[in-house]
């Protein structure tokens, strides 16, 4: 989801926080904080963790909402009439366990490990970035990459057979699947998945859920939403076939 999308939905937000979000006293407001107009003392801790050689517009409307934690991704999914992706790495034994949309919506019917196919190429996907070797921007195939994200259409062949931008890269997205919740609900332990601009190469897959999960109250410039909606009566006849 967009920086645009989520700023949207989040001027006029409904509904309210989730079971295991009780603990939020309101929603998250990178985009504020960025401009210094705002925002909480978490939001300001995260957009100042940006990488220094990043984008002198880094929540440009069209780039990817970051800086937000689970439960901010979690109600802006259910908002706009969708809800998060599950991953397959729910609590064991749950009903959603082994559903993993997230995997499906990257690499297609044939569950490839890649949008674009079964091998891990370099110049396709936007990821394999290190702050520490030097951000610069550079061009590859005809799509920009530099040392952050960027509009999903900018990686023209980082597309899944179903025509989803960026599954692999660019950011890592929150997904539905926690792991069995402590006493402390912020502390839950939640999966990201897909891969970012850091992530290097060898392990942004459509089969990633981030180097480790983090507290459902994270937040870093890495992470951000990618929703899920069920299928319609139609479009459940169409892909069983005739």
Same mark, same amino acid.
């Given at each position: ?16 926080? =989730? ?87 990257? =690499? =297609? &019917? ?40 960027? &509009?999903?259409?900018?990686?023209? =062949? ?41 992530? &290097? ?19 870093? &410039? ?21």
């Amino acid at each position: 989801m967009t920086v645009a999308d989520f700023e949207t939905w989040r001027a006029d937000a409904g509904g309210g926080w =989730g079971p295991g979000c009780t603990w939020k006293t309101g929603i998250s407001d990178p985009v504020a904080a960025w401009s210094d107009a705002g925002g909480s003392p978490s939001d300001v801790a995260c957009v100042g963790s940006l990488w220094k050689d990043e984008s002198t517009t880094p929540f440009n409307p069209e780039n990817p909402i970051r800086c937000v934690d689970w439960c901010d991704a979690e109600r802006f999914c259910e908002g706009v009439g969708e809800r998060l992706c599950m991953a397959g790495a729910g609590t064991p034994g749950s009903a959603t366990d082994t559903i993993d949309e997230f995997g499906a919506l990257c =690499g =297609g &019917p044939q569950d490839d490990f890649e949008p674009y196919g079964t091998v891990a190429q370099t110049g396709v996907c936007n990821v394999g970035w290190s702050e520490d070797a030097g951000c610069v921007v550079n061009t590859n195939g005809g799509a920009v990459f530099g040392c952050g994200p960027l &509009p999903s259409t900018t990686y023209p =062949g980082c597309v899944s057979p179903g025509g989803i931008n960026a599954a692999v890269g660019n950011v890592q997205e929150w997904v539905h699947d926690c792991e069995l919740a402590p006493a402390d609900a912020a502390a839950v332990v939640c999966f990201r998945a897909g891969g970012s601009f850091a992530t &290097p190469l060898a392990n942004a897959s459509c089969s990633s859920l981030g180097s480790v999960p983090a507290a459902r109250s994270a937040k870093d &410039p890495f992470t951000g939403i990618r929703c899920c909606a069920d299928l319609t009566p139609e479009e459940q006849t169409k892909a069983a076939g005739p």
